[in-house]
């Protein structure tokens, strides 16, 4: 148990439908990060939100939609994604964007695009 | 841009035999390195942090080194047991907490 939860652990969608990936920490946090994991790249940073405003948007497309509506809650807003898009999505809190506080990690959604 | 490389990508080694994994990364200029471990279908455990002022750190089996100005880490893990199969990530951090990483190095240790 991390502290971090994220739901649904596996998610199949079609190339048209719009869903959302969740991630919630408890670990009174107040940084959150998205990051994708591919079958054959390093996993990569998407989105940090810090006091839950985006400090960072690593040059994503915008069919993915991250919301932060509170310290604790992180969404991540799929619509019109594509093959390339399917992946584990990880979610991370932490205390702060300081270099040394450690990054806690869920244990991901599985997302395949159909 | 920074990259981070992780060679071998995959290493079989027999139960017993000590692990050595390496990460190199093409910008010096970094606050830390941090080595992960994650298993098959789940988010990522830290192992160790290095700062990028000391040289090495250490945890029971596991002991990092780190030379920034060459660019490189090691993970030496010591007397590998089958527990320690799974994947193992290096990660730079140069501002922001935003960490960098490379693409693993998968181990199977057999009984």
């Known amino acids: 148990e991390t502290g971090v939860t994220q739901t649904p652990r596996h998610l199949v969608m079609g190339m048209t439908n719009k869903k959302s990936l969740k991630c919630e920490q408890h670990?009174?946090?107040?940084?959150m990060y998205w990051y994708k994991q591919s079958a054959k790249k390093p996993l990569e940073l998407m989105f940090v939100y810090s006091l839950e405003e985006r400090v960072e948007n690593n040059s994503v497309p915008s069919r993915f939609s991250p919301e932060c509506p509170n310290s604790s809650h992180l969404f991540l807003h799929l619509h019109t994604l594509q093959p390339e898009d399917s992946a584990l999505y990880l979610c991370a809190s932490s205390q702060g964007t300081g270099v040394n506080q450690p990054q806690h990690f869920g244990d991901g959604t599985r997302l395949s695009i159909l | 841009k920074q990259e981070v490389t992780q060679i071998p990508a995959a290493l079989s080694v027999p139960e017993g035999e000590n692990l050595v994994l390496n990460c190199s990364f093409t910008d010096s200029a970094i606050y830390n390195l941090q080595w992960f471990r994650q298993d098959p279908g789940k988010g990522l455990t830290s192992l160790l942090l290095?700062?990028?002022?000391?040289r090495e750190q250490t945890s029971g089996r596991l002991n990092a080194s780190l030379d920034k100005s060459s660019g490189r880490s090691t993970l030496y893990i010591a007397a590998s047991q089958p527990g320690d199969s799974a994947t193992y990530l290096c990660?730079?951090?140069?501002?922001?907490?935003?960490?960098?990483f490379g693409g693993g190095t998968r181990v199977l240790v057999k009984p």
């Open positions: 670990l009174g946090h107040n940084a």
């Open positions: 290095i700062q990028s002022s000391q």
């Open positions: 990660a730079v951090n140069a501002a922001g907490n935003k960490l960098t």
